[in-house]
C-alpha cells in the first residue's frame, strides 16, 4: 500500500497544471418487356416466391394468435385514466405482495410538453420526490427542479424552480447533502428549490463525506469542496490514476448508492477508477491523501479485478482470489473467491467486509433476502429463466415470465436490478423477449404468473418510492405505477 501524491500518467504535461443501408444501382439496364411473360421467367418467379415463404415460416414461425407479435407498436394511451395511489407509503426496499395481482398507472405528472428527450433526475427521500428536468430546445437550457409528497392519492407539490443554465447538467453521477443535491454544472436546495451554478468546472461529484463534496474531472483529478456561509471553496486538489465513472455500474451484488465507506475511526471514499489499467483507490475526503489499494506495479492489467464496495471497506476479486480492505485501505484478508455466477437481490443494505467473505467462500447472503442465479437452460428450453433462493433457508423459486398478461415469450433475463418480495412470492426483474421487446416483469414465483405493462416498458430513470408505488419518465411525463386494485 502507497499514500500520498503519484506519478501523473504519460502526456501529463506537469502536476502544476492540473488539470444504413447502401443501394447500388446496376452498371446497365436491359428491356424487361420482351421477356416478361416468357414461360421459363413465369416458371423461375414461382419457385423463387415458394422459396421465399418456406424460407420465411422457418425463420420467422406463424405465430397469428401470439399477442406479443401484435404489440410491436406503443399501445399504451398517455391519456388513459389512472388509477391514483391507495398503498402504504411504506419503503422497507422490498416489493409489496400486492404486485401479484398486476400493474396500475397511478398517475402522471408532464414535464416539457412537446420535449421527448428532456434530461431527467428523478430522486426519492422518504415521500418526498425529487424531480430535475433540463429541456434542451433552444439555444438556452431550462432546467427545472421540483418536489412532490407522494404520500396521497395524487402528488401534491412542494415547490418549483426554473432557472437558465449555459452548461449542460449530467445527472449521471450526483450527490445528495444534508441540505442539497448537486450535479457538475448546479446545486439545488431541497428545502426550497433554490437552484444554483457550483465552482468545481464541470467536474462530477462522486461522494459527500465528513462534509466535504468530492468531485473528480474524469481524467486524473480529484477535489475536495466545503462549504460555509460565503458558499463553496476548495479545501484541497489530488492526482488520481486514470478515472471511469462506471467502475460500479455493473456491481450486483452489494447495489451500493454511495462511494463512502467507514469503520467508525476512518472514513474514505472510493474513487472512480479505471481498474482495467490501475488497482482500485481511496481518497480521504479531509485530506485529499490518495492510497492505492495495490502495487501498480504488480497489478495484472490482463487480470483486472472487480471492486465490491462494503459499509466498512473494500473487496477487489478476480477469477480466483478476493482481497479484502479496510476503510483506511490497509489489507485484511486474502481468500479464493467463489461467487458461483450468484447475485443477489436489491434490499438497500449495504454489507460489511465479513459478510461478503462469507458469501464468497460460498455462505448466503446475510444482508439481502435471496440470491439469485441464472438457469442453465438445455436447448429448447425456456423455463425457468431464474432461480431465486431465500437467505432464510426457504426452498428456491423458479422464476418464469412466460405466463403473462401480454402474452410475450421471454427468452432472457437481462443484467437489471432485481427486487423481490418478503418470502420472495413476487419477483420484479428485467427480461428479453423472443421479439426483442424486452422490459421489466412482475413475478408471481407461487403460480407462474407474470404481469407486464407497456408503459412501464417504456419507462426511463426507474425510481423506487414505497414498496407498491414505482415512478419513471415515458418521454415527456414523469408516470409512476402502483398494483392493481380489484
Same mark, same amino acid.
Given at each position: 500500500?502507497?499514500n ?18 447502401v ?14 411473360f416468357s414461360?421459363p421467367? *413465369? ?13 420465411g ?12 407479435? +401484435? ?20 419503503n422497507t ?35 418526498t420526490?425529487?424531480?430535475?428536468f ?21 402528488p ?21 447533502t ?6 457538475n ?33 474524469? *481524467?486524473?483529478t480529484?477535489?475536495?469542496w ?7 471553496? +476548495? ?8 478515472q ?19 469503520? @467508525?475511526e ?14 482500485? +483507490?481511496?481518497?480521504?475526503p ?6 492505492d ?7 495484472d ?33 486474502l +481468500? ?10 436489491? /434490499? ?19 444482508w ?9 437452460r ?22 418464469c415470465? @412466460? ?15 432485481i ?27 407461487r ?8 408503459e ?11 414498496? /407498491? ?6 418521454? /415527456? ?10
Amino acid at each position: 500500500m502507497s499514500n500520498g501524491d503519484h506519478t501523473p500518467p504519460p502526456r501529463v504535461p506537469s502536476r502544476e497544471q492540473g488539470t444504413g443501408m447502401v443501394r447500388h444501382a446496376p452498371a446497365e439496364q436491359f428491356s424487361r418487356e420482351k421477356h416478361l411473360f416468357s414461360l421459363p421467367h *413465369i416458371v423461375t418467379t414461382l419457385a423463387v416466391v415458394i422459396l421465399v415463404v418456406l424460407v420465411g415460416s422457418w425463420i420467422w414461425p406463424s405465430h397469428s394468435n401470439d399477442p406479443s407479435l +401484435q404489440r410491436t407498436a406503443r399501445t399504451y394511451d398517455t391519456n388513459a385514466p389512472t388509477a391514483g395511489y391507495g398503498g402504504q407509503a411504506i419503503n422497507t426496499h422490498l416489493l409489496s405482495p400486492d404486485w401479484a395481482s398486476g400493474i396500475e398507472t397511478a398517475w402522471r405528472i408532464p414535464l416539457t410538453p412537446g420535449d421527448t428527450s428532456p434530461v431527467v433526475f428523478l430522486h426519492a427521500e422518504g415521500s418526498t420526490l425529487y424531480a430535475t428536468f433540463e429541456s434542451r430546445q433552444g439555444s438556452s437550457p431550462t432546467v427545472v427542479a421540483q418536489a412532490y409528497d407522494l404520500s396521497g392519492t395524487e402528488p401534491r407539490q412542494l415547490w418549483s424552480a426554473t432557472a437558465q443554465n449555459t452548461r449542460y447538467v449530467e445527472t449521471s453521477e450526483f450527490v445528495v447533502t444534508d441540505t442539497d443535491i448537486a450535479f457538475n454544472t448546479l446545486t439545488i436546495d431541497k428545502a426550497t428549490g433554490h437552484i444554483a451554478s457550483t465552482p468545481w468546472e464541470n467536474a462530477k461529484p462522486v461522494a459527500f463525506a465528513d462534509g466535504i463534496v468530492v468531485t473528480c474531472d474524469g *481524467i486524473w483529478t480529484c477535489k475536495g469542496w466545503a462549504r460555509n456561509s460565503s458558499g463553496w471553496t +476548495q479545501q484541497w486538489s489530488s492526482w488520481t490514476a486514470t478515472q471511469s465513472f462506471d467502475n460500479l455500474s455493473s456491481e450486483r451484488i452489494t447495489h451500493p448508492t454511495s462511494r463512502v465507506v467507514t469503520d @467508525n475511526e476512518t472514513t474514505s471514499v472510493l474513487l472512480p477508477i479505471k481498474t482495467s489499467e490501475h488497482p482500485a +483507490q481511496l481518497i480521504d475526503p479531509r485530506t485529499g491523501v490518495v492510497t492505492d489499494l495495490e502495487d501498480p506495479a504488480s497489478y495484472d492489467t490482463n487480470n483486472p479485478r472487480n471492486v465490491l464496495l462494503a459499509r466498512d471497506g473494500i473487496v477487489t476479486y478476480d477469477a480466483y482470489t478476493a482481497l479484502t480492505f479496510d476503510a483506511g485501505g490497509f489489507l485484511v484478508g486474502l +481468500q479464493p473467491d467463489s461467487t458461483g455466477g450468484r447475485t443477489t437481490t436489491n /434490499d438497500g443494505t449495504l454489507p460489511s467486509t465479513s459478510d461478503i467473505q462469507g458469501f464468497l467462500a460460498g455462505d448466503a447472503p446475510t444482508w439481502a433476502t435471496a440470491t439469485v442465479t441464472q438457469v442453465n437452460r438445455a436447448q429448447g428450453e425456456r423455463c425457468p429463466i431464474l432461480t431465486v433462493t431465500p437467505t432464510d433457508g426457504s426452498p428456491s423459486r423458479p422464476v418464469c415470465p @412466460n405466463d403473462n398478461n401480454l402474452g410475450r415469450t421471454y427468452v432472457a433475463y437481462v443484467p437489471s436490478e432485481i427486487r423481490i418480495s418478503p418470502g420472495a412470492d413476487v419477483v420484479f426483474a428485467k427480461f428479453n423477449t423472443q421479439q426483442g421487446q424486452g422490459g421489466f416483469v412482475f413475478v408471481d414465483t407461487r403460480t407462474g404468473a407474470a404481469y407486464v405493462s407497456e408503459e412501464l416498458n417504456g419507462a426511463e430513470y426507474l425510481t423506487w418510492v414505497f414498496d /407498491d408505488l414505482l415512478v419513471g419518465v415515458v418521454d /415527456d411525463t414523469i408516470v409512476a405505477f402502483t398494483p392493481h386494485t380489484a
